[in-house]
């Protein structure tokens, strides 16, 4: 079993940064790959980021590719997604899942085991 819990969210302008995390428990943070995916209001959950359980890989949505970054420390059990030059069209609310097939990353949220409650995040135009 893995809790994930996110923080991180808020409210800031376009152009802005935010930082988000993720914190594991549970099964040993190490052994599987984490995403990051968002869902807008009235829209299906979509793929943001991924990164491999060994931090070597990642894979980034087009949309966000330049402008956001993952990144995981083991020792801390946590995951981040650095989000810079925000656009009002990255309002979401933000779920971080795990996924204990080590295999390729994925980007369909079927192939993720589990996923945290969510953090808000909301761009101003």
């Known amino acids: 079993q893995v809790q994930l819990v996110e923080s991180g969210g808020g409210l800031v302008q376009a152009g802005g940064s935010l930082r988000l995390s993720c914190a594991a428990s549970g099964r040993t943070f190490g052994i599987y790959n984490m995403a990051w995916f968002r869902q807008a209001p009235g829209k299906e959950r979509e793929f943001v980021a991924a990164?491999?359980?060994?931090?070597?890989?990642?894979y980034y949505a087009d949309s966000v590719k330049g402008r956001f970054t993952i990144s995981r420390d083991n020792a801390k059990n946590t995951v981040y997604l650095q989000m810079n030059s925000l656009k009002p069209e990255d309002t979401a609310v933000y779920y971080c899942?795990?996924?204990?097939?080590?295999?390729?990353?994925?980007?369909?949220?079927?192939?993720?085991?589990?996923w945290g409650q969510g953090t808000q995040v909301t761009v101003s135009s």
């Open positions: 899942a795990a996924d204990l097939d080590l295999g390729r990353l994925q980007d369909q949220v079927a192939a993720y085991d589990y």
């Open positions: 990164m491999s359980w060994t931090g070597r890989s990642t």
